[in-house]
């Protein structure tokens, strides 16, 4: 049976803004699947200490108001979703994301900030296996034209977004357009070993990196960096 049709499980976070480095999460959701059937979900809402943004709060719809009167205090949330993610990582479970490198090193800088243990300690060694659908769909069709959203890859491959930017939806969207690409590309995505197709998609996400900061470099930012570093920075 592939990795495809066994158990997963779907991460996604909804954060003050985009830097993870400085960011902090204010919803957070894991989703336990079978395959594409979802299971069961566990979801997240923190008081994140800090102002939400209008921008952000325009994107999942969470604000200051309600996050302060409903929100869990960070550091205790933050604890609470890190070792329900790393219990699935260490019982070999592969987790699921939508652009792994952004909700990965966030959650792991929450952690550090609120002088909790990483990810990578608790796990004693690497993060992983971690299956990224925007870096597989990137490397499998790479030149399709278009964004590569969430929403605008699940409406390629046929999957239902029911509510885009609220966590467990997102982390459900996640696993099932990992699905359809492991079905769609069998011998690249669908026949290949979680652990082994972990390492193919560190050297894709480095490969695409270097190819963006190179285009950006000969155009409009001559001293543009991008982080190669996946599935964490």
């Given at each position: 049976m592939?990795?495809w049709?066994?158990?997963?499980?779907?991460?996604?976070?909804?954060?003050?803004?985009?830097?993870p480095?400085v960011?902090?999460i204010?919803?957070a959701?894991l989703?336990?699947t079978?395959?594409a059937?979802?299971?069961?979900?566990a979801?997240?809402?923190?008081?994140?200490g800090v102002p939400?943004?209008a921008?952000?709060?325009?994107i999942?719809?969470?604000?200051?108001d309600?996050a302060?009167?409903?929100g869990?205090?960070?550091?205790?949330?933050?604890?609470?979703?890190a070792?329900?993610?790393?219990e699935?990582l260490?019982?070999g479970?592969?987790?699921?994301?939508?652009n792994?490198p952004?909700d990965?090193?966030?959650?792991d800088?929450?952690?550090?900030r609120?002088?909790?243990?990483?990810?990578a300690?608790?796990?004693?060694?690497?993060?992983?296996?971690?299956?990224?659908?925007?870096?597989?769909?990137r490397?499998?069709d790479?030149?399709?034209k278009?964004s590569?959203?969430l929403q605008?890859?699940c409406?390629?491959y046929g999957v239902?977004?029911?509510d885009?930017?609220?966590a467990?939806?997102?982390?459900l969207?996640a696993?099932?357009?990992?699905?359809?690409?492991?079905?769609r590309?069998?011998?690249?995505?669908?026949?290949v070993?979680?652990?082994?197709?972990?390492?193919?998609?560190?050297?894709?996400?480095?490969?695409?990196?270097e190819g963006?900061?190179?285009?950006l470099?000969r155009?409009?930012d001559?001293?543009?960096?991008?982080?190669?570093?996946?599935p964490?920075?």
């Open positions: 592939s990795w049709q066994q158990p997963l499980v779907g991460f996604d976070l909804e954060t003050t803004g985009t830097d480095a960011d902090r204010v919803t959701a989703v336990d079978v395959g059937r979802r299971l069961r979900a979801g997240w809402l923190l008081d994140p939400i943004p921008e952000a709060e325009a999942h719809g969470i604000g200051d309600v302060r009167r409903k869990r205090p960070a550091k205790e949330a933050v604890e609470e979703i070792a329900a993610l790393c699935r260490a019982a479970r592969p987790v699921v994301a939508f792994a952004f990965l090193s966030l959650l800088a929450e952690l550090r609120h002088g909790l243990a990483p990810l300690e608790r796990l004693g060694g690497p993060v992983g296996p971690v299956l990224d659908a925007l870096v597989i769909d490397a499998v790479r030149y399709r278009g590569r959203t605008r890859v409406e390629v239902e977004l029911t885009a930017h609220e467990g939806s997102d982390a969207a696993v099932r357009v990992a699905v359809a690409l492991a079905e590309y069998r011998a690249e995505v669908g026949d070993p979680p652990a082994e197709l972990h390492e193919r998609q560190v050297g894709w996400y480095r490969e695409w990196a963006l900061q190179a285009w470099r155009g409009k001559p001293q543009a960096v991008i982080d190669p570093r996946w964490l920075r």
